[in-house]
Structure formats: C-alpha cells, structure tokens
C-alpha cells in the first residue's frame, strides 16, 4: 500500500511538473517581430481553385498549415465593400460600406500603423491600385468616403505610414487644389519618386512614397510584369533597416477588378501573379524566422463558381452570379510566430485583435 502511496506521489509531482513547464513554455510562445499581411482583394476559394488548377508554377497556398475562415459582412450591409472590409483589420471594428479608417458612426480610431509607430516600428503598403484606393488607404487614413482620395493622400503627410508603392501620382501631383504633395512629402523627410516606367528601380529610403501610374497600375495582361514582388521585396528591404520590426501590407488590388467583370482570364493573371509574391514571402519568412505572414481576403467578387464541363470533364466551366461583391466566409492563411491565432472562424474584426496580441499592442 506504501508503495502505491508512493507512486502515485511522484506521479502527480512529475504531472504538475510537467504542466508547469508547459505553461512556461506557452506563456514565452515566441511572437513575430516582423508582419507582412497580403489581401488578396475579392479572392475566394472558388478564385483559389480556379486560377491555381492547371499551374505548373508553386502553389503557395498549399505551403501553409494554418488555415482559418473570415465573416466579410458590413455594419450595414452583409455583403462589405472594400473599404468596410479593410476597415474592419486595421481599426477592429465592423463600419459601412464606402467608409475609411473610421467606424460607423464616421469617428476615428487608432488603427495598427498608428499604434505600431508609438512602438517606433516602420509601416508600408504596396498595391497594384493606387495607393490610395480603398484597402491602402484604410492601413494610414481615416475619411468619411473612399472615394475623396485626395484627402486621402493627405494623411501621408503625417507619417504613420513609412513606404507607400503603387499607381495614383495624379492625387499627388495633379490635384484640384493646386497643392504638390511630392513636395510636401520630401519636406517631412520622403523619398518621393513619380515614374511610369517599368521595373522598379532600388531606392534606398526608410520613408518612400513611389507612384508608378496615374491611377491604377496595368494589368498583367497588358505586360505590368514581376511589379508586385519587385516592389514587394523592396519595400521589406528598406522596412527592415527598422530594428523594432514592421508591419507591410501587400494587395493584389486586381484579382477583384477581374472579377466585377466576370473576366476569367483577367483574375487568373492577377491571383498567380500573387501567388509568386506569396511565394517570395514566405522565402523570406522561412530564412528570418521573426516573421509572420497572413493571407486573406476582404471579400468575393463575381459570385464565381467552378461547374461541370460536360465537352471535358477534367477541367471545368467558369459561372459567375454576380458583377458585384458576394458575402460568403473567405479564407485565412497564416505561417511564422502566433500562425496558430489564426485558425478557426470568426468575425474579420478579430484579425485586427489577433494582429494586436502578437505585437503587443493596446
């Protein structure tokens, strides 16, 4: 009896030992100095299955373990826009659609870039729109409409927002009020460059505002070629001449263009173009270790659907139902430091809460 008494002592002490030394280990469950959060704007798993069967290229979302589902709709509306749909990540809170940085009842509030400059991290956006269409703009903006993209380019003046790449230099440079912001922007410090020619050229600079069109940037299709990695990658660079980390907000902007116009083609290009950036990503990510990676949508357009092809029943027919934004879950990608927070579903305001918990942000 003594020994059984004796066994189940030491049994219990090594189990609350072992307990303890879990929680310890959870409790320093490393976080991720670094965050490159890619939109794939308007792309659903039906834009995934499609655009990626039949590739001879990586599938970079088959390399992520972490997967999760995202609720898309509005304050006013349950099928969002984009400006609603990226709102909701950068401030935390459902707003309606049309709407900047702010919630519904048009007040601001602090959004991530905001927060992760009093941390002294560096912020940056690289878009294939321009940078201030609506998914940017939400990350470093708050305005009552999205489409006052003027005002919109304004906010960069204040400086929570570090690099910004893409189209949009007549907001900048041909304004209704006369103003030249590339200049103002230089004054505070900006490295300003307004260039329609391909490839993105290096620039070293910690604050970058670099425009490539007059508004949005061309399609794939028209030949815009390896300018959302280039651009991409020379962000990360120059962001990670920050040693207190950095958030980077990548869109593929045009997967939703093709899809409002029930273009096939037109999507494919544009979500295997970012697939490639993805792919260099989580290149990097892997090597760094300090870097987590998130990949979503704001919403899906088209309403597309994969049906049967009847003439070849190894491919299929593409459906849409729609020219305009449907309101199904779309998916969540995760890779790096805190991937785990990321599974499961829930409400699109709890990537914002997830972003904050792993950068320790209030």
């Known amino acids: 009896m003594n020994r059984l008494k004796s066994i189940l002592f030491f049994t219990a002490i090594a189990a609350v030992t072992f307990a303890?030394?879990?929680?310890?280990?959870?409790?320093?469950?490393?976080?991720?100095?670094?965050?490159?959060?890619?939109?794939?704007?308007?792309?659903?798993?039906?834009?995934?299955?499609?655009?990626?069967?039949?590739?001879?290229?990586?599938?970079?979302?088959?390399?992520?373990?972490?997967?999760g589902f995202s609720k898309t709709s509005s304050d006013d509306n349950y099928v969002t826009d984009s400006g609603a749909g990226a709102t909701v990540f950068s401030i935390g809170k459902k707003t309606y659609n049309g709407a900047i940085g702010v919630a519904a009842d048009s007040s601001s509030h602090e959004n991530l870039f905001e927060k992760l400059k009093k941390k002294n991290c560096a912020t940056g956006v690289v878009v294939t729109s321009s940078v201030t269409h609506a998914t940017p703009a939400c990350f470093y903006a708050h305005v009552s409409s999205r489409k006052s993209e003027e005002d919109i380019a304004e906010f960069l003046l204040k400086g929570n927002c570090d690099i910004a790449i893409g189209g949009g230099m007549k907001f900048f440079t041909s304004r209704k009020d006369g103003r030249n912001l590339n200049n103002e922007l230089a004054a505070k410090g900006y490295t300003t460059l307004s260039d329609t020619i391909n490839p993105v050229k290096e620039i070293e600079a910690q604050k970058l505002v670099y425009t490539l069109s007059w508004d949005g940037m061309k399609t794939m299709q028209q030949g815009r070629g390896n300018y959302l990695k280039n651009a991409s990658q020379l962000a990360i660079k120059n962001l990670n001449k920050n040693d207190n980390g950095y958030?980077?907000?990548?869109?593929?902007?045009?997967?939703?263009?093709?899809?409002?116009?029930?273009?096939?083609?037109?999507?494919?290009?544009?979500?295997?173009?970012?697939?490639?950036?993805?792919?260099?990503?989580?290149?990097?990510?892997?090597?760094?270790?300090?870097?987590?990676?998130?990949?979503?949508?704001?919403?899906?357009?088209?309403?597309?659907?994969?049906?049967?092809?009847?003439?070849?029943?190894?491919?299929?027919?593409?459906?849409?139902?729609?020219?305009?934004?449907?309101?199904?879950?779309?998916?969540?990608?995760?890779?790096?430091?805190?991937?785990?927070?990321?599974?499961g579903i829930y409400q699109n305001t709890e990537i914002f809460y997830k972003f904050c918990k792993l950068l320790d942000l209030k």
């Open 20 to 67: 303890s030394l879990n929680f310890k280990k959870a409790d320093k469950a490393k976080k991720p100095k670094k965050v490159i959060f890619l939109i794939g704007d308007g792309m659903g798993l039906a834009q995934i299955s499609g655009a990626m069967s039949f590739y001879d290229g990586v599938n970079a979302f088959e390399r992520f373990k972490v997967i």
């Open 247 to 343: 958030m980077l907000m990548i869109e593929g902007s045009q997967i939703d263009w093709g899809g409002h116009a029930n273009d096939f083609e037109y999507m494919k290009a544009e979500l295997r173009d970012f697939n490639e950036v993805i792919n260099a990503v989580l290149d990097e990510a892997q090597k760094d270790g300090n870097t987590l990676v998130v990949v979503t949508a704001d919403h899906e357009t088209g309403g597309l659907s994969l049906i049967e092809n009847k003439e070849n029943k190894k491919t299929f027919k593409v459906n849409y139902s729609s020219g305009g934004h449907s309101g199904i879950m779309v998916p969540v990608f995760a890779y790096g430091p805190g991937a785990e927070e990321f599974s």
